[in-house]
Structures are given as structure tokens and as C-alpha cells.
């Protein structure tokens, strides 16, 4: 039994040194068990166990590949890991609070950061160029406006699944897209790429500079059940995961970008 004093789960678990760099490793991409073990250079069945602990706690979640499905894609949560350190600080003073005391922009103004000179240039990438991707654009480009340039592109592309487009109108947008393919934009300069379904990320090219590249392993909508229908399911989950993972994406692209260009 836990006592009642005890710290948080979430510090409690990640005040493991190896917990810790798994847990940074999945922040910046979803990853198989085999890259993580390359990553932190520990063998496979500390990484294992060290995964099982932070699934048992709900932050790290597996996803079988599409491409091969014999293995799994390790994912971490920022949205509940969000929650879970906000709930830590409260636990340890009230003041700690998100936003106690301090109004909108108070602690963006404090460190200091300013936005990038450069417009961030991202590319989404999928099979089909018709559901996952240009979805991803729509909502990245919806959430920071023109501060990043932003396009996507599919490896077979296919037209604009319609139910892509009424996922996008619930968040007020209107998705008109034309499939683009990839090779189409492999020598265009990017700061970050972005591959959306296993299978593409075994076909993405190099690109030209040095791209940020990330994996978010998100099965493709379309071939689940029940999207042929009104409610579609399936677009509805997929667009609200990728606007979960949007949401924690331009931090991480500044700092990511800023990194690669020096």
C-alpha cells in the first residue's frame, strides 16, 4: 500500500533514470521496442519491463503496426502526462496550479522565448493522402495560423475521403485538398516530417537538409468499421487524436527546429 504522503505516480515513475529517457524517446516519436533498446542502449527486456510499468500507469499505450503486424508501436500520452504533472503540482502547493495567479501569456513572457524568424516548414505524410495527412495539415495550419507552412503528401495517394471532410467541420474547418504524392515534394526543404501510418514511414525518401523526423503510428480510419455510416467513428477518433498531438506539437517544433538550424 502507497502511504498517503507518498509523491505522485508520474514522479515516482519517471524519477527512474531509464524511465525517464524512454519517456523523452516516445515524447518526440512513437516507437518500436527494438529502436528503443538502440536508443538507450539497455537490453530488450529492461526495456520491456520498463515499458510495462509506464502502460500500467497510462501514459505509454502500443498500437499494432500496419505494416507489420507482429510488432507494435510505443506511444506516449501528453495529454494525460500533462495532467498527471499538473496534478503533481498541485498535490505539492495550490499555488502550483496551471494558471494561479498568473494571466494568459505571464509564463510565456517569463522564459523569455520568442517565435522562430523563420516560418517552420512541416510535412505530414500517409499512404493515401485522402484521410490521416491532409487532416493533419488542416489542423495544424487551423491551430498556428501562418506561423508555420505547412503541407502533406501520401505515398499512393487517393481522393478526399468525405468523411475526413466532416471530421474537419467539427472543428470548423473546411477540408478541400488535392492528393499530392510523394515524390512530388522529396526535394523540397522541410524542418520537420511527419509519417502518420507505418506503412509509409518504411517508404519515406530523404529530404534534402536535415529534417526533424517523427513517427505517429495512427491506423488508417478508413479501414476500420463503420466509417461508411453517419456517425464515422473512426475520422472522429482519428482527427481527435491527431489534434491532441498537434496541440503539444509547435513547442516541440520550435525547439526542435531552432536545434536543427544551428
Given at each position: 500500500m502507497v502511504p498517503t504522503d507518498a509523491p505522485p505516480l508520474i514522479v515516482r515513475l519517471l524519477a527512474d533514470p531509464l524511465r525517464w529517457r524512454l519517456a523523452r524517446k516516445l515524447a518526440a516519436s512513437d516507437l518500436r521496442v527494438r529502436e528503443l533498446v538502440t536508443a538507450v542502449g539497455q537490453p530488450q527486456n529492461l526495456v520491456s519491463y520498463h515499458l510495462g510499468q509506464l502502460r500500467s500507469a497510462g501514459l505509454v499505450t502500443?498500437?499494432?503496426?500496419?505494416?507489420d503486424g507482429r510488432d507494435s508501436y510505443y506511444h506516449l500520452d501528453l495529454a494525460r502526462c500533462a495532467k498527471a504533472w499538473a496534478d503533481a503540482g498541485a498535490a505539492l502547493h495550490?499555488?502550483?496550479r496551471?494558471?494561479?495567479?498568473?494571466?494568459?501569456?505571464?509564463?510565456?513572457?517569463?522564459?523569455?522565448?520568442?517565435?522562430?524568424?523563420?516560418?517552420?516548414?512541416?510535412?505530414?505524410?500517409?499512404?493515401?493522402?485522402?484521410?490521416?495527412?491532409?487532416l493533419a495539415e488542416a489542423l495544424?495550419?487551423?491551430?498556428?495560423?501562418?506561423?508555420?507552412?505547412?503541407?502533406?503528401?501520401?505515398?499512393?495517394?487517393?481522393?478526399?475521403?468525405?468523411?475526413?471532410?466532416?471530421?474537419?467541420?467539427?472543428?470548423?474547418?473546411t477540408l478541400e485538398h488535392q492528393p499530392t504524392h510523394l515524390d512530388?515534394?522529396?526535394?523540397?526543404?522541410?524542418?520537420?516530417?511527419?509519417?502518420?501510418?507505418?506503412?509509409?514511414?518504411?517508404?519515406?525518401?530523404?529530404?534534402?537538409?536535415?529534417p526533424v523526423m517523427i513517427h505517429w503510428s495512427i491506423p488508417d480510419p478508413a479501414r476500420e468499421p463503420g466509417t461508411d455510416g453517419d456517425t464515422y467513428p473512426a475520422f472522429r477518433r482519428t482527427a481527435a487524436e491527431l489534434d491532441s498531438r498537434i496541440h503539444f506539437l509547435p513547442t516541440t517544433l520550435t525547439d526542435d527546429v531552432e536545434e536543427s538550424r544551428t
Open positions: 502500443a498500437r499494432r503496426s500496419s505494416f495550490p499555488g502550483l496551471p494558471g494561479f495567479g498568473s494571466p494568459v501569456g505571464a509564463q510565456e513572457r517569463r522564459s523569455g522565448r520568442s517565435a522562430p524568424a523563420a516560418r517552420s516548414r512541416v510535412l505530414f505524410l500517409c499512404t493515401g493522402n485522402s484521410g490521416r495527412s491532409p495544424l495550419r487551423y491551430r498556428v495560423g501562418n506561423r508555420v507552412e505547412v503541407a502533406s503528401a501520401g505515398s499512393h495517394p487517393k481522393p478526399l475521403h468525405a468523411n475526413a471532410v466532416r471530421a474537419a467541420a467539427e472543428y470548423g474547418i512530388s515534394v522529396r526535394r523540397r526543404r522541410f524542418d520537420l516530417v511527419v509519417s502518420l501510418c507505418d506503412r509509409v514511414r518504411e517508404v519515406c525518401p530523404a529530404f534534402p537538409g536535415r
